[in-house]
């Protein structure tokens, strides 16, 4: 019984990889730019987070155990998260879309980097094992696919820049363990939203903004529902539930749905080579996600 249980938050957490893995067709998708993609990525979403607590908490307003320090830790985590999703959305554009979900997943290399640098964690045989084949996996990617389109090479590296951030904003986050996930959540996509607003702002300076048409409307809201609400709750409320390999095996659903869909919808099809070097960058992201989910 409890291996059917396990099974299920498994197929969840799948899913949710999934939905999340849909993220990188939507923006590819928007004429809009980086930052207000995702302001409404945030701002859509907050409604549907509001209704599941309402529904799962029977609660209108989110209860928070600890506020000053969840806020503090909220708040700044939630602007590392905002610099890593601006520059992904960015990236997108100038380079592939199986490129820019492959490299944002090597976070957990970084993750485990700042855990040696600020939390007195050593590195063990298997980190350097899961640090070498990622970056042997992310230089070959790169370096033959630099012919993809003028600037691809610069949009991987701007994903290589946004994993940092990501890596921070998830090691911030981790120390929110104490308050519910679905609160986590709000603060977190409540603060990023007020920071894509502020960065729109600076954005419009140098490029006007167009108003939101149909498909966009359409688009946003998939991103908002599929993405934020979807897929990160899902993962979210199944990843605690199982064991580590098993959430490291599922979590890669996210860059192959990625690629799946990039490859039917953009014809971005990767070669014999690419595939080689992705499936090397999967092994270095398995490790090192059992190595900071343990």
């Known amino acids: 019984m409890s291996f059917l249980i396990k099974s299920n938050y ?28 995702l302001f409404w990525r945030m701002f859509l979403a907050l409604p549907f987070l509001i209704l599941i607590n309402l529904l799962w908490n029977k609660k209108f307003f989110f209860v928070i155990k600890d506020p000053s320090q ?17 520059l992904w959305h960015y990236s997108i554009h100038i380079t592939s879309i199986a490129n820019a979900t492959i490299i944002i997943n090597i976070a957990p290399i970084f993750v485990a980097m700042i855990y040696f640098m600020f939390f007195n964690e050593k590195f063990s045989i298997h980190f350097f094992i899961a640090l070498i084949t990622t970056f042997i996996g992310v230089f070959g990617l790169t370096f033959f696919s630099s012919s993809y389109q003028e600037g691809s090479l610069y949009g991987d590296l701007i994903c290589i820049l946004a994993s940092m951030f990501y890596a921070i904003y998830l090691v911030m986050i981790s120390r929110l363990g104490h308050e519910q996930a679905l609160t986590v959540i709000f603060l977190t996509t409540s603060f990023c939203c007020f920071f894509a607003f502020l960065s729109g702002l600076f954005e419009n300076s140098f490029v006007p903004q167009a108003p939101l048409n149909a498909s966009e409307w359409v688009n946003m809201l998939s991103l908002a529902i599929i993405c934020q609400v979807i897929g990160v709750f899902l993962i979210t409320f199944s990843i605690a539930r199982i064991n580590a390999s098993a959430g490291s095996i ?10 799946l869909f990039a490859a039917f919808i953009f014809a971005e099809y990767l070669s014999l080579i690419q595939i080689i070097f992705a499936l090397i960058v999967f092994s270095g992201i398995y490790l090192a996600r059992n190595l900071t989910i343990n």
């Not at 899913?15 to 004429?31: K, M, T």
């Not at 969840?70 to 601006?86: E, K, N, V």
């Not at 599922?250 to 690629?259: N, W």
């Open 10 to 37: 498994f197929i969840l957490l799948v899913i949710g990889a999934a939905c999340i893995g849909l993220a990188p067709i939507f923006v590819r998708l928007s004429e809009l730019m980086p930052s207000w993609i």
């Open 70 to 86: 969840t806020l503090l830790i909220a708040f700044w985590g939630s602007f590392a998260f905002s610099l890593d999703l601006i």
């Open 250 to 259: 599922g979590l890669l659903m996210q860059p192959v749905t990625a690629v």
